[in-house]
């Protein structure tokens, strides 16, 4: 069989039903959804629409197994996570395969997905016996500790840019922590988390775990609103995490949001150009097309290397090959759909009627193997004002903006002038210069001399102001999985 007829085979056997309760369903009306390739416009089929009765039935399983699992010994829970991690290695090709073709991400950089989050499961373990209470000095004859213990029932809302990412790791603290979780997966894609939920459906309990697929407006909503979900995580955009918090705050559920960034990266004039270039390029995430809210979306460059960081830049974005997710020469793929590819569009298209100028992109690519999918080039923009909308918004696309700055204090005023905060990246020889940056760009993450965007397990990662609020990638993880008792013992004399 051809590679082709292993695809089409591939596809085919993917598991299209929902895990609740322990078993493969389909949603309880039949409704189904399309499922559609970014890369060829194609239909991948079609997954289960869940509706309000089918997140009943997920979130009571959920209820009903938690009272078993929150007491069922940590070695167990630690080891089954090592084992979904597992799975997740020993199906990595066919897994990296789906999300390719399911989100429009080169099948590369999909393969780079599934190393992270197996990583991030056997990490996750290694903390199994790292987060627990702590002894409480208290007056008078007591003995006074805390114990941390699990919320119960976990809806846990995932995107569409990093599907299998967010669907094997983010189910991994809640479930080391004692909860049970019902695991909302991407509108868009699907695929790759429902194979997951078949391979995983044994090592767990029935119940412990729950996958769902449906319409957000419809499913997502419904989970958030049970009244026996305990506890809600998001991650995307802000709108929706509004909308979410709303609900959850409704009935006094806690949550965290992972919301967007349109995130700053700084470069001052003794910084290195070449090494600069390099990770402004890098830090753009094109191996997700700009899909991504980390990417270093607007670039500060100051004045005295502006020209020659631009030029830096300008080659080395010309060298990034677009093309279809399944081939390996491919170093960016298609955007999620079209309204996407309409987004950067218009945006780009205000940008230059705003004053702006296109160093390189800035076109809808349409020839060739790309004439059915939804494609966009990587774009760099110049003398771009922080005013202007492409310099505000977050496109979650290919676009980067270039900004020219020569104060420091107008600088920062720039820099800060949004409601995201997420990362940031400042590029400097002057460690003094760097700290009096880092303090004061409004941000949860910042690197200095960073090499492109990334996350650092051990090091909490999360964002300020409409960015969102919880910490992830470190312990603080698992806390935020559980909540903290007292227990006072007096002590009879």
């Known amino acids: 069989?051809?590679?082709?007829?292993?695809?089409?085979?591939?596809?085919?056997?993917?598991?299209?039903?929902?895990?609740?309760?322990?078993?493969l369903v389909a949603?309880?009306?039949?409704?189904?959804?399309?499922?559609?390739?970014?890369?060829?416009?194609?239909?991948?089929?079609?997954?289960?629409?869940?509706?309000?009765?089918?997140?009943?039935?997920?979130?009571?399983?959920?209820?009903?197994?938690?009272?078993?699992?929150?007491?069922?010994?940590?070695?167990?829970?630690?080891?089954?996570?090592?084992?979904?991690?597992?799975?997740?290695?020993?199906?990595?090709?066919?897994?990296?395969?789906l999300d390719a073709v399911d989100s429009g991400s080169p099948i590369r950089s999909m393969r780079q997905d599934l190393g992270h989050a197996s990583f991030a499961a056997e990490f996750f373990a290694g903390l199994a016996f790292s987060w627990g209470g702590r002894s409480v000095p208290v007056m008078g004859r007591a003995v006074d500790y805390t114990v941390r213990e699990p919320y119960g029932v976990t809806a846990r809302i995932i995107p569409f840019n990093h599907p299998l990412v967010f669907a094997a790791w983010k189910i991994v603290p809640p479930l080391l922590t004692g909860n049970t979780v019902v695991m909302k997966l991407p509108?868009?894609?699907?695929?790759?988390?429902?194979?997951?939920?078949?391979?995983?459906?044994?090592?767990?309990?029935?119940?412990?775990?729950?996958?769902?697929?449906?319409?957000?407006?419809?499913?997502?909503?419904?989970?958030?609103?049970?009244?026996?979900?305990?506890r809600v995580a998001f991650i995307g955009s802000v709108p929706t995490g509004t909308a979410i918090a709303k609900a959850a705050a409704a009935r006094l559920v806690p949550y965290t949001m992972e919301l967007g960034g349109k995130n700053p990266m700084v470069v001052c004039a003794d910084a290195d150009p070449a090494q600069a270039a390099r990770a402004a390029v890098r830090g753009m995430n094109f191996s997700t097309q700009g899909e991504s809210c980390g990417s270093y979306s607007r670039l500060f460059l100051h004045e005295d290397v502006h020209d020659d960081v631009v030029a830096r830049i300008v080659d080395e974005v010309r060298a990034v090959r677009v093309g279809h997710p399944l081939d390996e020469e491919s170093d960016m793929g298609a955007l999620i759909d079209a309204p996407a590819v309409d987004r950067m569009a218009e945006h780009v298209a205000g940008a230059v009627a705003a004053g702006a100028s296109v160093a390189t992109g800035g076109n809808r690519l349409s020839g060739g193997r790309l004439a059915e999918g939804f494609y966009y080039e990587p774009t760099v923009l110049t003398d771009v004002q922080q005013s202007m909308p492409v310099a505000r918004t977050e496109l979650f696309g290919p676009v980067l903006s270039v900004l020219r700055w020569k104060d420091p204090a107008r600088l920062l005023e720039e820099v800060n002038d949004t409601d995201l905060g997420l990362t940031a990246n400042v590029h400097t020889n002057d460690l003094q210069l760097a700290h009096r940056l880092a303090e004061r760009?409004?941000?949860?993450?910042?690197?200095?001399?960073?090499?492109?965007?990334?996350?650092?397990?051990?090091?909490?990662?999360?964002?300020?102001?409409?960015?969102?609020?919880?910490?992830?990638?470190?312990?603080?993880?698992?806390l935020d999985s559980t909540r903290e008792k007292n227990l006072n013992f007096r002590l009879v004399p």
């Open 1 to 23: 069989m051809g590679d082709a007829g292993v695809q089409a085979d591939l596809e085919a056997t993917t598991n299209r039903l929902m895990l609740i309760g322990g078993e």
């Open 27 to 97: 949603a309880g009306s039949g409704a189904t959804m399309p499922v559609v390739s970014p890369g060829d416009g194609r239909s991948l089929g079609e997954v289960p629409a869940a509706d309000a009765s089918d997140i009943d039935k997920a979130v009571r399983a959920a209820h009903t197994a938690f009272e078993s699992w929150r007491f069922t010994d940590i070695a167990v829970r630690r080891q089954r996570i090592l084992d979904l991690a597992a799975v997740v290695r020993e199906d990595a090709a066919a897994l990296a395969y």
């Open 441 to 478: 760009i409004e941000c949860g993450s910042i690197a200095i001399n960073g090499d492109g965007g990334q996350h650092w397990f051990g090091a909490p990662f999360g964002g300020f102001k409409s960015s969102g609020f919880g910490k992830e990638d470190t312990v603080d993880e698992l």
């Open 187 to 230: 509108d868009q894609t699907p695929l790759s988390g429902l194979r997951l939920a078949a391979r995983i459906a044994a090592l767990f309990p029935p119940g412990v775990v729950n996958f769902v697929t449906g319409r957000g407006a419809e499913a997502g909503a419904a989970l958030v609103e049970h009244p026996l979900v305990r």
